[in-house]
Nanobody, 116 residues
Framework: VQVVESGGGLAQPGGSLNLSCTASGTVFSIRAMGWYRQPPGKQRWLAAVIHSDGYTDYVDAVKGWFTISKDSSQDTMTVLLQMHNLKPEVTAVYYC?????????WGQGTQVTVSS
């Protein structure tokens, strides 16, 4: 499995931003995909995850203003992270991950900066 991220960039407080992550390869083996975030100088932590059955989970800090969804085909699985009502503390590098039974694959990371 390989994952490629897109989206991110600079946004103003109160605005919205979307991140997309597309997995390819043996996507039938993927059990969950999600987004981790790593603020400047801090550790990476899970923000949102969506399982193959569609179940979603969010860390408390992002509940209500992050939404994760997925779209699957035979050859790819795409996960969308919608972020709205952005705040400066959202600023971080966001990493996509895909979990298979014995493997976790990471994206290269995409920078999200919220600033006026």
């Amino acid at each position: 499995v390989q994952v490629v991220e897109s989206g991110g960039g600079l946004a103003q407080p109160g605005g919205s931003l979307n991140l997309s992550c597309t997995a390819s390869g043996t996507v039938f083996s993927i059990r969950a995909m999600g987004w981790y975030r790593q603020p400047p100088g801090k550790q990476r932590w899970l923000a949102a995850v969506i399982h193959s059955d569609g179940y979603t989970d969010y860390v408390d800090a992002v509940k209500g203003w992050f939404t994760i969804s997925k779209d699957s085909s035979q050859d790819t699985m795409t996960v969308l992270l919608q972020m709205h009502n952005l705040k400066p503390e959202v600023t971080a590098v966001y990493y996509c991950m895909a979990d298979s039974p014995h493997t976790r694959v990471w994206g290269q990371g995409t920078q999200v900066t919220v600033s006026s």
